[in-house]
């Protein structure tokens, strides 16, 4: 599976949009990238994924460079409740190892 | 629909001493994995099912044991615990591999001493 490599931590104001990146330079073409975040002492949370496409939920939007060598998850309006770990993964279509590394700490701050 | 359920939440055990942590899931999920999160450290992949009487190997399975008679049950056994089990065990599943997301359960805090 391939790796990915995400800052350790970022700040973000409340009220902002929280712009998180990922590199996965090495993806393969039938690999998903997924988030999912962690808030404190909880189980992980998925949030979403993507193949090629640009997409969004009601959580985040998702945009994924052309060459899908790196992405960026958006929370379009931060609040305090968003301050987790935030988790990208890469995983092939029909993969069972959905492998965590070490994430992203996000705090919001007010 | 309650979602994937573990018991207990909390343990504490002394070495050498065995116990089994409970995974139950409710949406009929194929695919069951059991995680291990240490402090300040992301998840770790212990051992995986994709189906009733079918499981493998995760990134760290020494020291732990896993069966799938059932769809809905998932244990976690741990024969001999190690003061290097301390940490926290999450239960996650999905309807099967591939393209969907994971449903974590609430976590077990399990303290060998």
């Known amino acids: 599976d391939a790796k990915t490599t995400q800052p350790p931590s970022m700040d973000c104001a409340e009220g902002r949009a929280a712009n998180l990146p990922c590199n996965h330079s090495?993806?393969?073409?039938?690999?998903?990238v997924y988030w999912y975040r962690q808030i404190h002492s909880q189980g992980p949370q998925y949030i979403i994924h993507?193949?090629?496409n640009n997409e969004t939920n009601e959580m985040a939007s998702l945009i994924i460079t052309e060459d899908r060598k790196s992405s960026t998850l958006i929370l379009p309006h931060a609040t305090l409740r968003d301050t987790a770990v935030y988790y990208c993964?890469?995983?092939?279509?029909?993969?069972?190892?959905?492998?965590f590394g070490a994430g992203t700490i996000l705090r919001v701050k007010s | 629909n309650a979602g994937v359920t573990q018991t207990p939440k909390f343990q504490v055990l002394k070495t050498g001493q065995s116990m089994t942590l409970q995974c139950a899931q409710d949406?009929?999920?194929?695919?069951m994995s059991w995680y291990r999160q240490d402090p300040g450290m992301g998840l770790r992949l212990i051992h995986y099912?994709?189906?009733?009487?079918?499981?493998d190997q995760g990134e760290v399975p020494n020291g732990y044991n896993v069966s799938r008679s059932t769809t809905e049950d998932f244990p976690l056994r741990l024969l001999s615990a190690a003061p290097s089990q301390t940490s926290v065990y999450f239960c996650?599943?999905?309807?099967?591999?591939?393209?969907?997301?994971?449903?974590f359960g609430s976590g077990t805090q399990l303290s060998v001493l």
């Open positions: 993964i890469v995983r092939p279509l029909y993969g069972n190892k959905l492998v």
């Open positions: 996650a599943s999905t309807l099967r591999g591939g393209d969907e997301k994971l449903f």
């Open positions: 949406m009929n999920h194929e695919y």
């Open positions: 090495t993806i393969s073409g039938n690999e998903y």
């Open positions: 993507g193949l090629k």
């Open positions: 099912s994709v189906g009733a009487g079918i499981t």
